[in-house]
């Protein structure tokens, strides 16, 4: 099973850019976040078109926004609000492979502002209070759960030195403040969740997912962060076959600050 996460900026003003990934990579699922898109505006037909047999979404006008599209069977849903807000940042689904049920999470995790400081910047709170509702989340279900989990997404944090292109210079910008990273271990810990990225690829090289539209030559420059992830279960990790980020698809023509990273699944 290949599966796609991608935070789009925008289902609709990148259609094309996704009608040409599917055709690059021709992935079973495909995880969007930002989609920025209504559920009644969504392009259902284009995406049936690409051989999504089932495509299930969280939208909203504008803002946020998150889908699961499969080529596989899906045979349940479910979107979670987290905070009390009805914000479309997470949703999940039940996907059959070879006889095998996977849980796929999707997540959207806040920003969190630009001032990493609870008390002066509600968004910074919002990000640390979802981090913190998530782990609960994930720690309630680990003594029960026995599913093939994963879990992906723009969760906006670089929690390794070599996650961004200066830890010295990022360390107190948000996104790489040790509250954040703090916070998301934890998350990841609820589950013992397993860094796919990581795991394939090691931990002693720079990798990236985002590059800032500030930069006027992103791939000169290279200041990039990786915001984005798979996680896996324990009991997933012998399926797992290879991990890819998709740097150059960040140089194509009108492109998300987002690259789409790649997992492989054998499951037979």
């Not at 976040?33 to 006008?61: L, W």
Request: hydrophobic share 35%; glycine share 4%.
């Amino acid at each position: 099973m290949r599966l796609i996460t991608w935070n789009i900026n925008s289902v609709r003003l990148r259609l094309n850019t996704v009608k040409r990934i599917v055709k690059k990579f021709q992935p079973d699922v495909l995880c969007l976040q930002e989609t920025k898109c209504p559920d009644d505006q969504f392009p259902f037909k284009e995406f049936e078109d690409m051989g999504f047999v089932s495509t299930k979404i969280y939208g909203m006008k504008g803002y946020n926004g998150v889908s699961i599209s499969s080529k596989l069977p899906i045979t349940s849903t479910e979107k979670k609000k987290f905070c009390r807000k009805n914000d479309a940042r997470h949703i999940s689904a039940y996907i059959n492979c070879k006889g095998r049920k996977i849980k796929v999470h999707n997540f959207y995790v806040p920003a969190g502002g630009d001032e990493p400081d609870t008390k002066v910047n509600k968004k910074f709170k919002h990000k640390l209070d979802f981090l913190k509702e998530a782990e609960n989340w994930f720690t309630k279900k680990r003594a029960k759960n026995k599913d093939l989990i994963v879990l992906v997404g723009d969760l906006n944090i670089a929690p390794h030195e070599l996650d961004v292109w200066s830890h010295k210079q990022l360390r107190n910008i948000v996104s790489h403040t040790q509250i954040e990273i703090d916070k998301l271990l934890k998350f990841q810990n609820s589950f013992k969740f397993i860094d796919a990225v990581r795991f394939i690829h090691g931990y002693d090289k720079k990798l990236y997912s985002w590059w800032s539209y500030r930069s006027k030559d992103w791939k000169k420059s290279n200041r990039g962060r990786r915001l984005d992830h798979i996680w896996i279960s324990k009991k997933l990790l012998p399926h797992l076959k290879d991990v890819s980020i998709e740097e150059e698809i960040r140089g194509w023509k009108r492109p998300s600050d987002h690259v789409p990273i790649i997992v492989d699944l054998d499951l037979s």
